[in-house]
Structures are given as structure tokens and as C-alpha cells.
């Protein structure tokens, strides 16, 4: 994976000027290289994944919005009320119960959640959540995942299994390590009335301080590792 992340970052790097959800780019030699349709890269199985889409039309996906994935952004519930697992917040997604004036579509939506035994799946991971930034790029482009925190689920097994499913979609999209983010890195700009609403604290016991430090950089060994 380190070696792929390298890889892809120099690229990145090469083909910033490229139109956005554009994939290819050229070689530290100068040799263009395209990566459509490449084949999946061996290594690394599938975590197990429980497939419960909101319903397509309606709630969170009335609008259905097509995305590249270029980024993963990491979240936590701060929900923690014993039976709010990844299950049970998948379910309120489904059932449009999250409603939220923080978002322009009047639902805040997002791709996984996980807790310590499951992944459940919300939205296909090509189309647009409502989990980061309002209309910015942290919802424009990119797989949104909340960890769960409710009482008696451990903490250490959601963060690595977290880890793991970052990895997948990291392979899957060639997403490259630096574009694995907190959410705290999006700055919030309101939809409704352009009020900056800064950076938020999430997930908050990944940060230190409120920005990415030591327990981060933990984190994203924990990917790197897979
Ligand atoms: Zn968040």
C-alpha cells in the first residue's frame, strides 16, 4: 500500500491541472499512464460489508448526485446511546429519519457506518453524501464513514475495522493515503445563509486539540498497515 500511495501521490501531483474526476497522468519518467479501467488490485479481500441503501428517489437520495470518489473522510456519531450501532444508524437513514437544517437537501446522509463487529452501507459510494461540508468538496467528493460510540461497543475493534474499510475503498478508487481526512479538515461553510461554521471537532478522539496529531497519525498507520 506504501508503495502505491507514493505512487499515486506523485500523479496527483503531476496532473493537478487535469478537469476534475479525470483519472490518469504520467510516470516519475514522463510516460502518460491511464488507470480506467485497470483491474483490482489482488491483496487485500473485501471486508464484510451489509448493504442497506436508502431507497433510490427518496430522502437523502431524492436527488441522486454522481461522485468520483477522491477522498474518505472519517467521522464519528457522538451518539451514544447503547443501541445506536452501525445497524441501527443505517436503519434511521433508510427510514429518512435524519433530517437536518445542516444540509441543502434537508437530509444528512453518508456512505458506511461502522461499529465493532459490522459495516453497514448507506449510499453507493459513487454518489454524493451530505456528511462534511454542505455544497463543498468534502461532500462533493468524498466516501463519508461514521464510527460508532455507542455505549459498550469497543472503540479499538470500530477503529480497526474502520481502518480496514478504508483501505478497501482506498485500493478500490486509488485514493491515496493524504486524501484520507478527518472531517475536522473541511471547513463548513452554511448552505443557506454562507456562514462560516469553521472546522468541527470529528471524530473527536482522533484528534488532539481539535486538529490531527499523534493519535491521527496512529489512525492512518493503522490503514497503512492493511
Ligand atoms: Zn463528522
Same mark, same amino acid.
Request: net charge positive; glycine share 10%.
Given at each position: 500500500?506504501?508503495?502505491?500511495?507514493?505512487?499515486? *501521490?506523485?500523479?496527483?501531483?503531476?496532473? *493537478?491541472?487535469?478537469?476534475?474526476?479525470?483519472?490518469?497522468?504520467? *510516470?516519475?519518467?514522463?510516460?502518460?499512464?491511464? &488507470?480506467?479501467?485497470?483491474?483490482?488490485?489482488?491483496?487485500?479481500?473485501?471486508?464484510?460489508?451489509?448493504?442497506?441503501?436508502?431507497?433510490?428517489? =427518496? %430522502?437523502?437520495? @431524492?436527488?441522486?448526485?454522481?461522485?468520483?470518489?477522491? %477522498?474518505? &473522510?472519517?467521522?464519528?456519531?457522538?451518539?451514544?446511546?447503547?443501541? +445506536?450501532?452501525?445497524?441501527?444508524?443505517?436503519?434511521?437513514?433508510? =427510514?429518512?429519519?435524519?433530517? #437536518?437544517?445542516?444540509?441543502?437537501?434537508?437530509?444528512?446522509?453518508?456512505?458506511? &457506518?461502522?461499529?465493532?463487529? +459490522?459495516?453497514?452501507?448507506?449510499?453507493?459510494? &459513487?454518489?454524493? !453524501?451530505?456528511?462534511?461540508?454542505?455544497?463543498?468538496?468534502?461532500?462533493?467528493?468524498?466516501?463519508?464513514?461514521?464510527?460508532?460510540?455507542?455505549?459498550?461497543?469497543?472503540?479499538?475493534?470500530?477503529?480497526?475495522?474502520?481502518?480496514?474499510?478504508?483501505?478497501?475503498?482506498?485500493?478500490?478508487?486509488?485514493?491515496? /493515503?493524504?486524501?484520507?481526512?478527518? @472531517?475536522?479538515?473541511?471547513?463548513?461553510?452554511?448552505?443557506?445563509? #454562507?456562514?462560516? /461554521? !469553521? @472546522?468541527?471537532?470529528?471524530?473527536?478522539?482522533?484528534?488532539? #486539540?481539535?486538529?490531527?496529531?499523534?493519535?491521527?497519525?496512529?489512525?492512518?498507520?493503522?490503514?497503512? +498497515?492493511?
Amino acid at each position: 500500500m506504501l508503495r502505491f500511495s507514493l505512487l499515486f *501521490t506523485l500523479f496527483l501531483a503531476a496532473c *493537478t491541472v487535469q478537469p476534475v474526476g479525470t483519472y490518469g497522468g504520467y *510516470t516519475p519518467g514522463g510516460t502518460p499512464v491511464s &488507470t480506467a479501467g485497470a483491474p483490482p488490485r489482488p491483496g487485500l479481500a473485501p471486508p464484510r460489508i451489509t448493504k442497506a441503501l436508502i431507497p433510490a428517489g =427518496r %430522502y437523502g437520495r @431524492h436527488r441522486m448526485r454522481r461522485m468520483v470518489p477522491r %477522498y474518505i &473522510t472519517i467521522h464519528s456519531t457522538q451518539n451514544y446511546s447503547r443501541q +445506536s450501532d452501525a445497524r441501527a444508524h443505517a436503519e434511521m437513514l433508510r =427510514r429518512g429519519a435524519l433530517k #437536518g437544517p445542516r444540509n441543502s437537501l434537508g437530509y444528512v446522509t453518508w456512505h458506511f &457506518t461502522v461499529d465493532e463487529s +459490522s459495516i453497514y452501507q448507506s449510499l453507493p459510494e &459513487t454518489e454524493q !453524501g451530505q456528511h462534511a461540508d454542505y455544497e463543498g468538496p468534502g461532500n462533493r467528493y468524498s466516501i463519508g464513514i461514521e464510527m460508532c460510540e455507542n455505549r459498550g461497543n469497543s472503540r479499538a475493534a470500530t477503529m480497526a475495522r474502520t481502518a480496514r474499510l478504508t483501505a478497501h475503498l482506498m485500493r478500490k478508487y486509488r485514493i491515496p /493515503l493524504n486524501r484520507v481526512v478527518p @472531517h475536522q479538515h473541511w471547513r463548513m461553510i452554511r448552505y443557506a445563509d #454562507g456562514r462560516d /461554521l !469553521g @472546522h468541527k471537532n470529528c471524530p473527536h478522539f482522533l484528534l488532539d #486539540g481539535g486538529r490531527p496529531g499523534l493519535k491521527w497519525r496512529n489512525f492512518l498507520r493503522m490503514v497503512q +498497515s492493511h
